[in-house]
T-cell receptor
């Protein structure tokens, strides 16, 4: 158990809909990262927040947005969903912000299926 | 960003050592070498990381070539639980916009 929790575990929705994925980092960790893993694209970094502020951005679509709240939990919002958004979404956390020197602890993921 | 090259797959026998290679010929002086693994149906799991010197922890050892153009993850005694996809990742140390870029990794099969 990494100490990172993600809810829900599974989500089934329809195209055009909006969903929110939630992540609680390990106690004391200030950074939260979001990743998307699909069969054809592999594991892709989406975005990083550190202590409430956006720190780094990856291949995150404009239809997707995220935020980190004062209690350090994070939410990833996916809107206008398309079939291709079906994937596993992982959240990770680390103590600090410098990725090169940090260990990232990954949650169990949320499996999203868009029908 | 510097790239890594790993074999697509490797096989090992239980209780034998496993050496997982990674080539990174374009590595820069400030790139850290990270290894993560992903067991089936789970999120990635940190294994080890280093910059220049060899590193050991309870899970594995990381041997870094003197010119840093390659590295090897060593599992001293493979168990069935070590069957996973192993990712070798370079992470540059610089201010802002750092990220872990996961490639395809090496799928390790451990035979009983």
């Amino acid at each position: 158990d990494s100490g990172v929790t993600q809810t829900p575990k599974h989500l089934i929705t329809a195209t055009g809909q909006r969903v929110t994925l939630r992540c609680s980092p390990r106690s004391g960790d200030l950074s939260v990262y979001w990743y998307q893993q699909s069969l054809d694209q592999g594991l892709q970094f989406l975005i990083q927040y550190y202590n409430g502020e956006e720190r780094a951005k990856g291949n995150i679509l404009e239809r997707f947005s995220a935020q980190q709240f004062p209690d350090l939990h994070s939410e990833l919002n996916l809107s206008s969903l398309e079939l291709g958004d079906s994937a596993l979404y992982f959240c990770a956390s680390s103590a600090g912000a410098i990725v090169a020197q940090e260990t990232q602890y990954f949650g169990p993921g949320t499996r999203l299926l868009v029908l | 960003d510097a790239k890594t090259t790993q074999p697509n797959s490797m096989e090992s026998n239980e209780e034998e050592p496993v050496h997982l290679p990674c080539n990174h010929s374009t590595i820069s002086g400030t790139d850290y070498i990270h290894w993560y693994r992903q067991l089936p149906s789970q999120g990635p799991e940190y294994v080890i990381h280093g910059l220049t010197s060899n590193v050991n922890n309870r899970m594995a050892s990381l041997a870094i070539a003197e010119d840093r153009k390659s590295s090897t993850l060593i599992l001293h005694r493979a168990t069935l639980r070590d069957a996973a996809v192993y990712y070798c990742i370079l992470s540059p140390f610089r201010g802002g916009s750092e990220k872990l870029v996961f490639g395809k990794g090496t799928k390790l099969t451990v035979n009983p």
